[in-house]
């Protein structure tokens, strides 16, 4: 490639070739302009295609181990804050007493359906007992240990809540570490670490609760594409 300056961008040449930058000053016509040689890369297309480009780097042992410890983390929060605020609200009635009733009364014995408090008290909305059934199940592997402390059936209760919840989101992690890496799956761990409002929520028996668990399956199919 070549190019026409004047003398000022020789000199600036002149330097440059010191540096080891190559060009070829020629005489052009008179001592005003000089012609001015610039060698050009001899790198071909086919060169670019046969350079080796690194591959992104595996995560480290240490990111794993952080992942792993932010996991229970966030399970001891899930678990403390349903040991510390067992007791529950309106809008979480219709699924505890869902759950009591089963627990009870059984869900194998039809004459015992009769007393199940959603029949007197059924609301103004349609409800579902699929998520009562599935967490009174998960109880019943709880009440031994919260009786033998002497804690009410609540607190067996919300501790299947918790564990439950903390498997979701041990699974959506390693789903957020498959995707995106574990620098990303570590950085999720910790902005839900640092969120009240939805650790606490998580071992509520609120229909949100229900839902949110259902979605985060949903949700790692669809960061995993």
């Known amino acids: 490639m070549s190019y026409y300056a004047d003398n000022n961008t020789v000199a600036a040449a002149d330097r440059n070739a010191s540096n080891g930058y190559p060009y070829s000053p020629t005489a052009y016509n008179n001592t005003t302009y000089e012609h001015v040689e610039q060698s050009t890369p001899t790198t071909s297309m086919h060169n670019l ?9 595996s995560p480290s042992g240490d990111s794993w181990v952080k992942l792993v410890i932010w996991q229970f983390v966030i399970a001891l929060l899930i678990i403390g804050y349903a040991a510390v ?5 309106v809008e979480e009635s219709f699924n505890l007493h869902a759950i009591h009733d089963i ?7 039809s004459s015992a359906l009769v007393k199940y408090d959603h029949l007197q008290f059924p609301g103004v909305v349609p409800r579902t007992f699929i998520g009562p059934l599935f967490i009174a199940a998960v109880t019943k592997c709880f ?6 402390f002497g804690l009410d059936d609540l607190y067996a209760v919300r501790l299947a809540f918790a564990v439950v919840a903390s498997l979701c989101i041990v699974y959506f992690t390693r789903g957020v570490k498959r995707a995106l890496g574990s620098d990303t799956a570590c950085t999720t761990m910790y902005l839900m670490a640092a969120q009240f ?19 985060t399956k949903i949700l790692v199919f669809t960061i995993s594409n």
């Open 49 to 57: 295609s046969t350079v080796n480009v690194p591959k992104p780097s």
């Open 85 to 89: 605020s067992p007791y529950t609200k």
């Open 103 to 109: 627990l009870r009364f059984s869900v194998m014995d």
């Open 143 to 148: 009440i031994p240990v919260t009786r033998r």
């Open 197 to 215: 409002h939805f650790i606490y929520y998580l071992s509520r028996p609120l229909p949100n609760t229900f839902a949110s668990l259902i979605c």
